[in-house]
């Protein structure tokens, strides 16, 4: 008997708050010729030089990499691109672990567990195919899995923030719950009717919110698949549009989601209605991207939320107040927002499609650190090592790791 990690309990469950991601389009940017070493000479400069000030490349993929996530505590990296492929490599040399194949069109998602031990690579395809680590002595060696089957296009994956349960959004509207190693679905959740473009587990990992194309909201209790609630476009005030974002409090009590109208609506999940909307972004922009962080330490009151729009805008609002505190300046679409962990949760990193990614002190809105190097936009990001480091996933075919924290002499 598999244990029941979604438990009604109060207990220590948490999830990691930099585990978001958003599906931005391919715009047929070409792709980087691989190389083991890649040098500024060696890519298009489109007009002008760019500093490179990472760590390391890991240059690959065959064409635009579409999502990467950091290892929960090694110094690994899964990338999934659009040359079907996935891949797990050393972020400190760049080293191919396990190239992570069977997929027949592009990786789209790629999530380590919440314990490291498994990863699972979500594509176009439909697939979601799962490895896991092989012996105790290092994370040097992954074996092949199974593969899940259901959806009829991966959107988004998520592992349950305390144990081996999986949750992918499609394309064909519906949403699918698996549990690992076995691979039985636990549950298809049906309540929607467009794709299902974005979904979390809450903090807590009592429940599920997912939210699709068509504007609608639903949260579910993962044993059942009737929902608790469903809120429609017009009750969450998206005026038909569709939902593209979404994120949890800590607390497991309020939803943010974003549209593509370019609006931000709050919803309180135990009264199951809308309770404040944000207003910062361009009307018609996009909100790709979507975090709450702990500005303070404390992890009291309702908290901060940060929003990033395809008007090139991070907006970041106090929630008690729906009150916007500071606006941070991309050039482009804000593709990615992440937070850092404890004890640096008033830090946060930006990505974006001018082709940076930039750390911020969300305190304040000043900027840390800038981070280039890359030829197109960045389409994915995640944190690694406790937040010391940043991995990237470039249009350009390549990833690239930064140190996030600020230059000495800043």
Known sequence: MQKDYIQEDDGDIFIEQDDVYAEVPDDDNPPMDEDDEVGDSDLPTDGGDIKDNSLQHFPNHNGSVFAVSCHPTEHLAASGGEDDLGYIWDITDGEVIVKLTGHTDSVSSTAFSFDGELIATGG?????????????????????????????????????????????????TTVWLWQLPSGNIMQVFAGHTGPVQCGEFTPDGKRIVTACADGTLVYWDPRSPNPIFKLSSQDVRSDSNGITSLAINPSSTLAAVGGTSGSVHVVSLSKGEVVGTLGGHAEGESVEAIQFIDITGTSDGRGVVVTGGTDGKACIWDVSTMRLRATLEHQDAVTTVLAYPAPKSHLIVTASADKTLKTWDARTGMLAKEHTGHHGPVLSASLGLQGSVVVSAGDDGVCLVFTTEADEEQ
Not at 139 to 151: A, K
Not at 159 to 172: C, E, M, R, T, V
């Open 124 to 172: 176009m395809d439909g697939k979601v195919r799962i490895w896991r680590r092989v012996g105790k002595e290092n994370y040097r060696t992954w074996e092949f899995l199974t593969e899940l089957q259901g959806p009829d296009e991966v959107m988004w994956l998520r592992w349950h923030p305390k144990g081996p349960i999986l949750l992918a959004g499609s394309n064909d």
